[in-house]
Nanobody
Framework: VQLQASGGGLVQAGGSLRLSCAAS????????VGWYRQAPGKQRELVAK??????DYADSVKGRFTISKDYANNTVWLQMNSLKPEDTAVYYC?????????WGQGTLVTVSS
């Protein structure tokens, strides 16, 4: 399985970005996919996760971020609205497949105040 993350960039506080995680080697319908982020000097944290039936969010992003699966494009999206400076981080997508863990390469999101 390969994951290709993209969509990061520079945005002002209150703005929006949409991150994509394109999967190859397996269909996302059978995968649980998570978006994580890591800010400078901080540990990587789970932001949102989606399975075939459920979605979960970190408290810090509930009501602002939405994770979804795009089966036609075998992609997982992370729609981020009402962005805050504290959302600044490198964002990674992640999955497990056949007992192995896979990470996308990361995409940088910078939110200016």
């Amino acid at each position: 399985v390969q994951l290709q993350a993209s969509g990061g960039g520079l945005v002002q506080a209150g703005g929006s970005l949409r991150l994509s995680c394109a999967a190859s080697g397996s269909f996302i319908s059978g995968l649980a996919v998570g978006w994580y982020r890591q800010a400078p000097g901080k540990q990587r944290e789970l932001v949102a996760k989606i399975t075939s039936t459920t979605t979960d969010y970190a408290d810090s992003v509930k009501g602002r971020f939405t994770i979804s699966k795009d089966y036609a494009n075998n992609t997982v999206w992370l729609q981020m609205n009402s962005l805050k400076p504290e959302d600044t981080a490198v964002y990674y997508c992640n999955t497990y497949y056949r007992r192995r863990e896979y990470w996308g390469q990361g995409t940088l999101v910078t939110v200016s105040s």
